[in-house]
Structures are given as structure tokens and as C-alpha cells.
T-cell receptor, first 114, second 113 residues
Framework: DVKVTQSSRYLVKRTGEKVFLECVQD?????MFWYRQDPGLGLRLIYF???????EKGDIPEGYSVSREKKERFSLILESASTNQTSMYLC?????????????FGNGTRLTVT | SQQGEEDPQALSIQEGENATMNCSYK?????LQWYRQNSGRGLVHLIL?????REKHSGRLRVTLDTSKKSSSLLITASRAADTASYFC?????????????FGTGTLLAVQP
């Protein structure tokens, strides 16, 4: 089974802090994604990556950056955390170039910015 | 903007009944997928239907797709308490970036024992 592991289930950070959310997958998937989930808004795509050192903006990239130095690891960075970034963050991965490959999700990181 | 919108937002039924959730979307799609999310967990892929398919089955799940109406439905038959979860549709757009999915806002299903 594909396993997508997010390093923290819960995080509490202060406004202005730099925050790193880490995600690791163990199935050699090419594609990795970061979504945030908010009540009433569903999941919104922040950034995604199709290959090492490659990244593309999703629908809501403002205030975020990403890093993919190794194929199995995709990091989401909040350069200066703000209260409106309090949310559930979900990492996902999928295989190859096909549009028919399902996404495999981690269990999420619930981030609170105070 | 949301590509997929689920209806209803919340649904409560008794164990053994069928549950139907609907999803509408706005633009041409390559395929549509349904995911389940148990409380506080990540999403789990349930079923995928391609744009040239009209109906698909997997166990107690039945998915239909009407591309002329830009809508899909997920039917769970003989529901169980363990089916209690949020259900999301996700669309892979026709053309555009590979494997980028756009999710709807979800339907919260509660199955009463």
C-alpha cells in the first residue's frame, strides 16, 4: 500500500514564524501535491510538483512556497505565518503522467497560527 | 473557484438505506473521481469514471456521469455505520496539467445505526 506520511498531525505557530510542513511518500510517485482544506471551501490546491526540483502553482499559492529536493519528499513552507493560514493541510501523491492515476493522501496536518 | 459542487451538503440516513450524493461541475473533464474522508483523516480514493463512461460499479458503490448536464452521482447501497464520512468529487480537466484534480466542497454523510 502507498503510504504518504506527514510529519506532524498538529502544529501551533505564532504569527510571523517560518513554518515547514513535511511530506514523504514511499511508492516512488512522480507527482506530489499540497492542498489546504477549510470548512465550506473543500480542498484547494496550493502547489504541485511533477518531478524533483520542479514546482507549479496551484489555485492559492500566495504566502506559500515549496521545495522538492528528493523524489520522495515535498515540503510546504509558510514564509511568514498569518492567522488566515490556520487550516488543515493535506499532502498527496500519484503515479506518472496519466490523468487516471488516483491521489493517495496523508492524514493531514492541522495548523493553528495564533 | 470551485469546479465541483456537491449536493446535499449534509445527509443523514438509517443503516440499510441507500445514500445518493450529487456533484456538478463547470468545464469539460477527462474523468471524475470520488473520495471519502473519515473525520480527521486524509482522503481515500473510491472510484473513477472516465468522460466516455456513463455508469460504473464497485461493490456497494454506483457512480453515474452525465457530461451533457455536467453532473455525477454517487450511490451507496445498503449503507452501514462505517460509511459515515465526508464524500468529495474531484475532476480532472480535459487538457491542461497532468493529474491535477479540482475538488468540490463535499457531502457529509451520517449513517445512524
Amino acid at each position: 500500500d502507498v503510504k504518504v506520511t506527514q510529519s506532524s498531525r498538529y502544529l501551533v505557530k505564532r504569527t510571523g514564524e517560518k513554518v515547514f510542513l513535511e511530506c514523504v511518500q514511499d511508492m516512488d510517485h512522480e507527482n506530489m501535491f499540497w492542498y489546504r482544506q477549510d470548512p465550506g471551501l473543500g480542498l484547494r490546491l496550493i502547489y504541485f510538483s511533477y518531478d524533483v526540483k520542479m514546482k507549479e502553482k496551484g489555485d492559492i499559492p500566495e504566502g506559500y512556497s515549496v521545495s522538492r529536493e528528493k523524489k520522495e519528499r515535498f515540503s510546504l513552507i509558510l514564509e511568514s505565518a498569518s492567522t488566515n493560514q490556520t487550516s488543515m493541510y493535506l499532502c498527496a501523491s500519484s503515479r506518472g503522467q496519466s490523468k487516471y492515476s488516483p491521489l493517495h493522501f496523508g492524514n493531514g496536518t492541522r495548523l493553528t497560527v495564533t | 473557484s470551485q469546479q465541483g459542487e456537491e449536493d446535499p451538503q449534509a445527509l443523514s440516513i438509517q443503516e440499510g438505506e441507500n445514500a445518493t450524493m450529487n456533484c456538478s461541475y463547470k468545464t469539460s473533464i477527462n474523468n471524475l473521481q470520488w473520495y471519502r474522508q473519515n473525520s480527521g483523516r486524509g482522503l481515500v480514493h473510491l472510484i473513477l469514471i472516465r468522460s466516455n463512461e456513463r455508469e460504473k460499479h464497485s461493490g456497494r458503490l454506483r457512480v453515474t456521469l452525465d457530461t451533457s448536464k455536467k453532473s455525477s452521482s454517487l450511490l451507496i447501497t445498503a449503507s452501514r455505520a462505517a460509511d459515515t464520512a465526508s464524500y468529495f468529487c474531484a475532476t480532472a480537466l480535459y487538457g491542461g496539467a497532468t493529474n491535477k484534480l479540482i475538488f468540490g466542497t463535499g457531502t457529509l454523510l451520517a449513517v445512524q445505526p
